[in-house]
């Protein structure tokens, strides 16, 4: 299984991205899935999470900015992210919650002025 983010880029402070995560599309839908994040010197962390009923969750730093999505018929997952802020700056991957598949490339993410 191959995972593909896209979608991040150079933005300034207050501004928008939208990241997409392709997958195979093995089972797709009956999993949750998620996106995740790291700095440089970080370790990786959970942002935002979609289960297979589209409930959601997210990490206290961007609740109410970043919103999680899904397309089972593209087998692709989503991440909105508004009101960008310098501290969101990161390599961003997505996986599945449970049994993660090798991880992608990641998309970069930076916010600067």
């Known amino acids: 299984v191959q995972l593909v983010e896209s979608g991040g880029g150079l933005v300034q402070p207050g501004g928008s991205l939208r990241l997409s995560c392709a997958t195979s599309?093995?089972?797709?839908?009956?999993?949750?899935w998620g996106w995740y994040r790291q700095s440089p010197g970080k370790q990786r962390e959970l942002v935002a999470t979609?289960?297979?009923?589209?409930?959601?969750n997210y990490t206290d730093s961007v609740k109410g900015r970043f919103t999680i999505s899904r397309d089972n018929a593209k087998y692709t997952v989503y991440l909105q992210m508004n009101s960008l802020k310098p501290e969101d700056t990161a390599v961003y991957y997505c996986?599945?919650?449970?049994?993660?598949?090798?991880w992608g490339q990641g998309t970069q993410v930076t916010v600067s002025s």
């Open positions: 599309g093995m089972a797709f839908s009956i999993y949750a």
């Open positions: 979609i289960t297979s009923g589209r409930s959601t």
């Open positions: 996986n599945r919650v449970s049994r993660p598949y090798p």
